[in-house]
């Protein structure tokens, strides 16, 4: 007999012990390959505070990197074969690294020889893997896979990094350049920013899923413990202080447990659709319709919203302006998809301005001020998943139930995170009722026959790094 929904407990994550997955992760490598790993490297997921589908039209995102994190375990091989196994998933691929190709690998191998290919075919020669280089690898990860919290470009990305550092010994011997010395430091941004666009590649051509670039930088390059906004015209980083515990609130993360699927089509034909319409328009990314400011810094609450609204609609005329444009795409796409488009992308330049020009600097001596700026980021949160739902039509009921009972409940803002069509709510509530509002959830789910989802302790995350 099912349990009535009032009895239902909501069910959390276990926030995880990364020393502890280090070593559990070597253990296993030990167990199946016989030997010690040569390393262990890591990527975490990535939580996108705001801005969806805003990544491949030129606009800002600003994601936080997560303590969930995919690990690999691997050692060095000279006989040209990259092998893989994972702890999650079935199978144990193999392919000569010569032989990787798209259409050569599939599923979540894909992702793992994307990665090889990739470097070799747009790395360049100081990002090229040596003739005889393989691997044995051996992958775990923390983050929820389908929760639009980015575990392919961990995994992509921990990829990187591995390959990359574990063909130092080959390198020199081969005539290919060395790594700096510490490998790919954290400090190295430009050595990342390069290894980003790798996984770029490797997960547009190799794995089929024509992402934007977000997820992959920000699993490289973002902040210890920081948001940082990411211009997308020239992948630009700056910090954005986004200390929700010092103002008394947290961010609530549900894993809906309604999963998402970036290769299945519907992400691809949004994107599709807002390059078809740049290139009518003649520029190169959408953001270049939309005027340089949109923080508006110098204006209230209200007023920046009027002045967002009417430069997302003066842009919009642009396009239906643009001859021959509404024979090239539905209607939808000008109603609906593109003005979604415009309307996150002014969404995170407010929410910037919010942070660096209009939070003061000393919080102590203006809570109101503080509170006032907290208040207004997390109606930016609703108005982007009423966006998400209405406009770029990337919802369905559970992100939606999940959203509505937060609100009720009290968050200052909640809104599905990711590409959508299922995945993961990020909610801003006050931090004596996390509980109680992941509570309501468990409840609202149970009343309407939904899987039961998942809440997510958060903690500061980290960028990829080497872990031993």
């Not at 790395?123 to 280089?133: E, I, K, Q």
């Not at 980083?237 to 929700?244: E, G, K, N, T």
């Not at 203006?366 to 919802?395: I, K």
Request: charged residues 20%; negative net charge.
């Amino acid at each position: 007999m099912p349990q009535s929904p009032q009895h239902v407990l909501a069910r959390w994550a276990q926030l995880p012990d990364h020393e502890q997955h280090v070593r559990t992760v070597t253990r296993a490598f030990r167990e199946r390959y016989g030997q010690d790993p040569d390393g262990v490297w890591s990527a975490p997921g990535r939580l996108n505070l705001l801005g969806e589908y805003v990544d491949f039209n030129g606009g800002c995102a600003l994601p936080t990197p997560l303590p969930y994190r995919t690990l690999i375990a691997a050692r060095l091989r000279t006989d040209g074969v990259l092998h893989a196994e994972s702890l999650q998933l079935p199978g144990a691929p193999e392919s000569r690294v010569a032989d990787i190709a798209p259409g050569t690998v599939s599923g979540w191998f894909s992702y793992v020889g994307g990665v090889a290919w990739a470097l070799n075919r747009e790395g360049g020669a100081d990002l090229a893997l040596p003739p005889d280089f393989g691997a044995d690898l051996l992958i775990d990860s923390t983050v929820p896979v389908g929760g639009g919290l980015s575990s392919s470009a961990a995994l992509l990305a921990a990829t990187a990094l591995t390959l990359l550092e574990l063909s130092c010994p080959l390198r020199a011997p081969a005539g290919l350049p060395g790594l700096p010395v510490g490998g790919c430091s954290p400090d190295d941004d430009a050595l990342r920013a390069r290894l980003a666009q790798v996984c770029i590649t490797a997960e547009n051509r190799v794995a089929g899923a024509r992402t934007g670039g977000l997820d992959q930088t920000a699993a490289l390059r973002s902040l210890p413990g920081q948001a940082v906004a990411i211009d997308f015209r020239d992948f630009s980083l700056q910090p954005v202080p986004v200390d929700a515990a010092a103002a008394g609130l947290a961010f609530l993360v549900i894993d809906t447990n309604a999963p998402h699927d970036l290769a299945d089509g519907q992400y691809s034909a949004r994107r599709q659709a807002c390059e078809t319409a740049a290139r009518a328009a003649g520029v190169e990314h959408l953001r270049d319709l939309l005027p340089e400011e949109l923080g508006f810094p110098e204006l209230n609450a209200q007023e920046a919203r009027r002045a967002r609204e009417r430069a997302v609609d003066d842009a919009l005329a642009r396009l239906r302006e643009v001859p021959g444009l509404s024979e090239q795409v539905e209607p939808v796409v000008l109603t609906g998809w593109i003005r979604h488009v415009f309307t996150d992308m002014a969404l995170v330049e407010r929410a910037r301005a919010l942070f660096t020009r209009r939070f003061p600097a000393d919080p102590r001596q203006h809570p109101e001020q503080v509170r006032a700026v907290w208040e207004e980021f997390g109606q930016l949160f609703t108005t982007s998943h009423a966006s998400m739902r209405d406009d770029l039509q990337a919802s369905r009921r559970e992100l939606d139930v999940a959203v509505a009972t937060c609100l009720e409940h009290g968050a200052l803002g909640a809104r599905l995170v990711g590409g959508g069509f299922g995945g993961a709510v990020l909610a801003l509530v006050e931090a004596d009722r996390v509980e109680s509002t992941a509570q309501a959830v468990a409840q609202a789910f149970a009343a309407r026959d939904f899987a039961a989802p998942v809440f997510l302790p958060l903690a500061p995350g980290r960028p990829a790094h080497r872990d031993r």
